[in-house]
């Protein structure tokens, strides 16, 4: 089955130590989108890709950074992890930005603390 | 600014209809998604509006009416699998989408 997929499912990391978090799809989406999600609020988009094209949030702090590859996979690093950074983050994955429903597809997410 | 609103949380009967509503003031509309999410897990899509009216998908349906930033989602025949939290998402004229910080649904049996 097509899909989104995300490991690992579940990361540990200690406070300042640098952590990737990866990506894959299998739908052949020209974007992908990160979102980092805390407990019971909104997923916060974080950056998304248009094919190569890289598209970073106003708000989206430096020691975040992303890499993307080729058209299947994309990296969510961390560069200097703080206990605030400890969150849900999200995956997803779009045919196109613009036009049509343009649906999103979400992978299972990784489940990041901070120690 | 941008903002959905969405009650936080609800309460229903296994069995029963709950009604979950959504207003949002964005900047443009082209389009409104509604997505279900169980605790711990990932968004799933449920249904999209871009015309004022309903959509009815099974037991679900969406209605929207642009003219007042307004739409809800009506669940039917409720199931405990249907406890969760359900998202409402707006697609500005960026084409970004807006989340809402979700209902959370609590299903009694």
């Known amino acids: 089955d097509a899909m989104v997929i995300q490991n690992p499912r579940y990361q540990v990391t200690q406070f300042g130590k640098p952590v990737t978090l990866s990506c894959s799809q299998t739908?052949?989406?020209?974007?992908m989108y990160w979102y980092q999600q805390k407990s019971s609020q909104a997923p916060k988009l974080l950056f998304h890709?248009?094919?190569?094209?890289?598209?970073n949030e106003a708000d989206t702090p430096d020691n975040f950074q992303s890499r993307r590859p080729n058209t299947s996979f994309c990296f969510l690093d961390i560069r200097s992890p703080g206990l605030g950074d400890a969150a849900m983050y999200l995956c997803a994955t779009s045919r196109d930005a613009t036009g049509g429903p343009d649906t999103q597809y979400f992978g299972p997410g990784t489940r990041l603390t901070v120690l | 600014g941008q903002n959905i609103d969405q009650p936080t949380e609800m309460t229903a009967t296994e069995g029963a209809i709950v009604q979950i509503n959504c207003t949002y003031q964005t900047s443009g509309f082209n389009g409104l998604f509604w997505y279900q999410q169980h605790a711990g897990e990932a968004p799933t899509f449920l249904s999209y509006?871009?015309l004022d009216g309903l959509e009815e998908k099974g037991r679900f349906s969406s209605f929207l009416s642009r003219s007042k930033g307004y739409s809800y989602l009506l669940l039917k025949e409720l199931q405990m699998k249907d406890s969760a939290s359900y998202l409402c998402?707006?697609?500005?004229?960026?084409?970004?989408?807006?989340w809402g910080a979700g209902t959370k649904l609590i299903i009694k049996p």
């Open positions: 739908l052949n989406h020209n974007v």
């Open positions: 998402a707006v697609r500005d004229s960026n084409y970004q989408l807006i």
């Open positions: 890709y248009y094919d190569k094209d890289f598209n």
């Open positions: 509006n871009v």
